[in-house]
Each structure stands twice: as structure tokens, then as C-alpha cells.
């Protein structure tokens, strides 16, 4: 039996739309065969993190494209948009899950990209949290393998006891990612707030943020 207040965790939302039959498929295609519940977390964790390329150049803001269904439409997304399919999915099999959101300092992001933002800060960076062994435990099912080893990081693996949220180092030793500021987590994307933190990190992009084109494109 779940705990008091676990029940809004598992609920269909507007941008964590677990009743959408898409995302149920899904959900039912990557976990089939698995019996324990660890076991389809594990799946969904490799499909979301593999089967979508991790793409920071193209961002979509309208309200239906940042829908956990709408990405699976998709062979590519950004943080918000995989963590938020994983939660979603999560959801869908019975497991508690919700969202988390940080600014983060990428140490080796490509020259291109901080070029585009003028900073090496990427703003509401997301994560989900998922509720396992009777504990919140944080996911990143973000950055690609094949991502990873051209960045020469090691790809983050689903570990079901602990927190794997962030590669710290890169497999020579220097720093790779920090946290700088946590907003907290969420039972859905905090879309409103999402909006206003862009506008006031990126102020020189506000016109593509506004319009909820592609921020980035290449």
C-alpha cells in the first residue's frame, strides 16, 4: 500500500499525460517480459536514454510539444522533454514518479553552444525522481551513450538504491557538470515558471522563447 500523498505521483497530468494510449503503449512495449517492478524501471530508464538522442539545439516550448507523448513522435529531445517521457512511463507501470529541475554548469559543453547562450549555465536543466524501496531516488535518463563516449564521460547507469544524477568528472579526471541552484520537484513541468527562468537566463533569446519556436537551431 502506498504511503500518504504518493497517489498525485501517479496520476495522469497535463505534460505527464499517462492516460494518453502512446505513451501506454510504450510503456507496455519496453517493459514487456519484465516481472519486478526494478526490472521495468531498468527498461524504461535504457529505452528513454537511448532511444532518443539527446539534442540541446532544438527545444520546443508549445504545451503539446513538451507532452510526454509528443516525444515519442520523436527520435531526439532535451532533458525536460526524456525525463519528463520517463516519469510519465513510470507512472503508467504503477511507480511513483515526479520531476525535478537545477541550473547546471557544463565544464566541457561544446564551444557552439555556450556561444549561443552566452554562458556555460544551462538553465531548468531536468531529472525525474521516481519512488522505489520506499525512497525517492533521483534519474537522469538524459545524455545517450553514444553522446557520452564522444564527450569521453561515462553514460549514467540506472542504479535502483541510490541517486545517479549527474557525471561529475569525465573519465580523465576533470570536472564535467556541477549544480548550481535546485528548484525543487514537481508533480508536472512547472511550465509558467520553466518560461520566466529562460527569459531571464537567456533575455537575448526572448523573442524565439516567446514565439515557443526552436531556441537553438543548427
Request: net charge neutral; hydrophobic share 40%.
Amino acid at each position: 500500500m502506498l504511503k500518504e500523498g504518493l497517489n498525485k505521483y501517479l496520476k495522469s497530468a497535463e505534460f505527464i499525460n499517462a492516460d494518453h494510449p502512446d505513451v501506454q503503449q510504450f510503456a507496455k512495449d519496453v517493459t514487456f517480459g519484465a516481472k519486478k517492478d526494478v526490472e521495468k524501471v531498468k527498461y524504461l530508464y535504457y529505452a528513454v536514454r537511448d532511444g532518443f538522442r539527446y539534442d540541446p539545439y532544438r527545444l520546443h516550448f508549445s504545451k503539446e510539444d513538451m507532452k510526454a507523448s509528443s516525444l515519442l513522435k520523436r527520435d531526439y529531445g532535451y532533458c525536460v522533454e526524456k525525463s519528463c517521457l520517463f516519469a510519465t512511463a513510470c507512472r503508467v507501470i504503477g511507480i511513483p514518479a515526479r520531476l525535478g529541475f537545477a541550473n547546471v554548469r557544463n565544464h566541457i559543453g561544446t564551444a557552439k553552444l555556450e556561444a549561443i547562450l552566452n554562458t556555460d549555465i544551462l538553465v531548468f536543466h531536468g531529472y525525474a525522481e521516481i519512488y522505489l524501496h520506499d525512497k525517492w531516488i533521483k534519474v537522469t535518463p538524459v545524455f545517450n551513450r553514444e553522446l557520452c563516449e564522444k564527450l569521453n564521460v561515462k553514460p549514467l547507469e540506472f542504479n535502483p538504491d541510490d541517486d545517479s544524477i549527474f557525471q561529475e568528472y569525465n573519465e580523465n579526471g576533470g570536472k564535467f557538470m556541477e549544480y548550481l541552484h535546485q528548484y525543487g520537484h514537481f508533480a508536472d513541468i512547472p511550465y509558467q515558471l520553466f518560461m520566466d527562468e529562460l527569459l531571464k537566463h537567456y533575455p537575448h533569446l526572448a523573442v524565439q522563447i516567446q514565439e515557443r519556436n526552436l531556441l537553438l537551431i543548427k
